[in-house]
T-cell receptor, first 119, second 112 residues
Framework: GAVVSQHPSRVICKSGTSVKIECRSLDFQATTMFWYRQFPKQSLMLMATSNEGSKATYEQGVEKDKFLINHASLTLSTLTVTSAHPEDSSFYIC???????????????FGPGTRLLVL | AQKITQTQPGMFVQEKEAVTLDCTYDTSDQSYGLFWYKQPSSGEMIFLIYQGSYDEQNATEGRYSLNFQKARKSANLVISASQLGDSAMYFCAMKNNYQLIWGAGTKLIIKP
């Protein structure tokens, strides 16, 4: 099956610092990756769609200057939380979409997630 | 508007019993895809099964099967012979253009 890695798995940082999270598709190329945020006991909230070689598409209400996304290659997307504050503490999870099968069968495979705690 | 509804916030099931997790969806599209994901306490989202709107047969993947009733707009997940390791959150999702629409999830706990 398709494998997606995410690093780091946990990070604790001081308020005001920036944190970079990497998402890699290990055994397939992903022209599209997605970044989600998940609050405790809630469903996934899509933050942005990352397309290789172009600017990310952000969902309404997500600050693009706060959450910088770079999709530099077909296997790597990064999310940088700039000037992190305690309210940014959350579980961030990425996914990469395969292109096999029909359009509606394109499956998103997820990384293991990153737990961010901002003190 | 497109929407996924999971009406069971939590379920307790005895080990080895079969369990059905409910999912209903709302869409005006003729073509769509439905997915189920499992999220254990570790946080990783694990893809379980896919059903296309034009698939005539219900999808099956090992112990997982999808009871797809298109007229009722339901896509229930059936887990046969439940195991302790099945304890997790389960999310139903629908493909909408380029993204997935997610349900609120069902927390399944398997009792020994």
């Amino acid at each position: 099956g398709a494998v997606v890695s995410q690093h780091p798995s946990r990070v604790i940082c001081k308020s005001g610092t920036s944190v970079k999270i990497e998402c890699r598709s290990l055994d397939f190329q992903a022209t599209t990756m997605f970044w989600y945020r998940q609050f405790p006991k809630q469903s996934l909230m899509l933050m942005a769609t990352s397309n290789e070689g172009s600017k990310a598409t952000y969902e309404q209400g997500v600050e693009k200057d706060k959450f910088l996304i770079n999709h530099a290659s077909l296997t790597l997307s990064t999310l940088t939380v700039t000037s992190a504050h305690p309210e940014d503490s959350s579980f961030y999870i990425c996914s990469a979409r395969t292109t096999s099968g029909g359009y509606y069968q394109e499956t998103q495979y997820f990384g293991p997630g990153t737990r961010l705690l901002v003190l | 508007a497109q929407k996924i509804t999971q009406t069971q916030p939590g379920m307790f099931v005895q080990e080895k019993e079969a369990v059905t997790l409910d999912c209903t969806y709302d869409t005006s599209d003729q073509s769509y895809g439905l997915f189920w994901y499992k999220q254990p306490s570790s946080g990783e989202m694990i893809f379980l099964i896919y059903q296309g709107s034009y698939d005539e047969q219900n999808a099956t993947e090992g112990r997982y099967s999808l009871n797809f009733q298109k007229a009722r707009k339901s896509a229930n997940l059936v887990i046969s012979a439940s195991q302790l390791g099945d304890s997790a959150m389960y999310f139903c999702a629908m493909k909408n253009n380029y993204q997935l629409i997610w349900g609120a999830g069902t927390k399944l706990i398997i009792k020994p």
